[in-house]
């Protein structure tokens, strides 16, 4: 197994390319079942998921689709549903679309309970979400549990296939997670 030293942690290899695509093909396929006869369009939340959609769509049999790309910050405001700041808004009307989320990972489930309903508010027709990893221990918002998951995951941090560490590491083809007691 593969490791790697950053910033004074080791990162231990923990899935393989090839099974990331194993992954990768079991979320497609139901996406590929549920959406046979719709034209989904994937709202692709930068910058972490981009690797992963950029495979799920490569692995998706014969869906008619669009691809768009959003980047948010997600708060809490003064408001009590949450503010979404949008680094880089969304380009395309979502308005009568089925749409599907994509998300490198669900944590607390905040940033998707935040724009599944900003894109309801936009007229979407349906909202759902594709995530490659999910830590169902952490959620917290139960509108925000994602309807396709690669895989779950307990609390760790992970990098590598578009996660990052301080903004490094996305391009690892493996997933890491840290190695317990470093640093
Ligand atoms: C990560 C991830 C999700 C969000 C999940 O993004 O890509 O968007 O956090 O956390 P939540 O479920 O608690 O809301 P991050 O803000 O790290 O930005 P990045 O994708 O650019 O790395």
């Not at 910050?73 to 009590?80: C, F």
Request: contains cysteine; glycine residues 6%; hydrophobic residues 40%.
């Amino acid at each position: 197994m593969n490791t790697i030293e950053e910033q004074g942690y080791t990162f231990q290899e923990w899935l393989m390319p090839d099974q990331i695509a194993k992954d990768v093909q079991q979320v497609a396929d139901q996406i590929s079942t549920d959406y046979k006869d719709k034209e989904p369009l994937f709202v692709v939340v930068l910058n972490g998921a981009f690797v992963f959609a950029a495979d799920l769509i490569r692995a998706l049999k014969d869906v008619r689709c669009e691809q768009t790309f959003i980047r948010v910050s997600s708060y809490w405001g003064m408001s009590s549903t949450g503010q979404l700041e949008f680094i880089v808004p969304l380009q395309q009307v979502v308005d009568n679309r089925d749409v599907i989320i994509v998300e490198d990972i669900v944590d607390s489930g905040l940033t998707i309970h935040q724009l599944k309903a900003h894109m309801r508010g936009l007229g979407a027709t349906s909202v759902r979400v594709a995530t490659m990893l999910f830590k169902p221990n952490k959620l917290e918002y139960d509108d925000a549990r994602p309807d396709y998951v690669g895989r779950e995951i307990s609390d760790e941090f992970v990098i590598g296939y578009g996660l990052d560490f301080d903004g490094f590491l996305r391009n690892l083809p493996s997933i890491y997670k840290v190695k317990e007691g470093t640093k």
